[in-house]
């Protein structure tokens, strides 16, 4: 499952269908829908109610949590988790995008059955995130990392939302070397990295320069923009 610049993309999440309509003439990329999104939610369906001996059951049994999307451009992994049972959730992103998520959110209200929430949460404005009253049992995001400058602010925003006993999950491609460099290295200071094999992503979803990685925080973590800058 490759880019496709089709405006509508479907995406069923068990008995639903969800219609992402994409913008790709945008200059802003949070109104195209990346396929990471959609490895990381396929993969999420695949093991979140599976019956067979299941790695993922505790991570994925999304009771009783409380959830955020970083960055989630047309909203399709913060629609798809809510529909897998992350009740309480929050979809964020920058200012020029959100009149494409919002959009999203009205056309697929019918088989969401609710309007979740959604406010702009840029990762380098600090009142914004304790606005937004965290701690989260689930910090998630898809396709983030591709500017340089941002990943030390994305990062400490992860650290500053989840709970210490939370998860990050990260729907992941290399789009910039520098970039992903650097998200690594610090990634490596606050949290423990597993990555889902290949073999455990949704076979009709998965691609090889897709990844999906789970973190968790390291005890006594620091945040990554409280040093070196
Ligand atoms: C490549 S798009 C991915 C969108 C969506 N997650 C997906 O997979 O379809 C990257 C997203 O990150 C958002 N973003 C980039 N820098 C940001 C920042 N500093 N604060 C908040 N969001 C940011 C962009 O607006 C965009 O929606």
Redesign the pocket.
């Given at each position: 499952m490759k880019f496709t610049d089709s405006p509508v993309i479907e995406l069923r999440v068990r008995d639903k269908l969800l219609a992402l309509h994409?913008d790709n003439g945008s200059m802003?990329?949070?109104?195209?829908?990346?396929?990471?999104?959609l490895v990381?939610v396929k993969f999420a369906e695949r093991w979140a109610h599976s019956s067979d001996p299941n790695p993922y059951a505790a991570l994925l049994d999304f009771r009783n949590k409380r959830g955020i999307?970083?960055?989630?451009?047309?909203?399709?992994?913060g629609m798809g988790l809510f529909l897998l049972g992350l009740y309480d959730v929050v979809l964020?992103?920058?200012p020029?995008?959100m009149p494409a998520l919002k959009h999203n959110l009205k056309r697929n209200k019918p088989a969401l059955g609710k309007a979740l929430k959604n406010t702009v949460?840029?990762?380098?404005?600090p009142d914004q995130i304790k606005a937004l009253n965290p701690p989260f049992d689930v910090v998630f995001?898809?396709?983030?990392v591709?500017?340089e400058e941002?990943v030390r602010?994305?990062l400490s925003?992860m650290a500053t939302l989840v709970k210490p006993e939370g998860v990050v999950l990260l729907?992941y491609q290399v789009?910039s070397p520098e970039a992903d460099k650097l998200f690594w290295e610090l990634c490596d200071e606050a949290f423990h990295k597993e990555k889902v094999p290949h073999e455990h992503l949704h076979p009709d979803y998965a691609y090889e320069e897709a990844d999906v990685f789970i973190l968790r925080k390291k005890q006594n973590e620091t945040k990554p923009n409280e040093e070196n800058s």
């Open positions: 994409q802003h990329v949070g109104t195209s829908v990346w396929p990471c999104s990381l999307e970083l960055g989630t451009g047309c909203g399709v992994a964020t992103d920058i020029p995008v949460l840029c990762w380098n404005n995001a898809t396709d983030v591709y500017i941002s602010h994305l925003a729907g789009r």
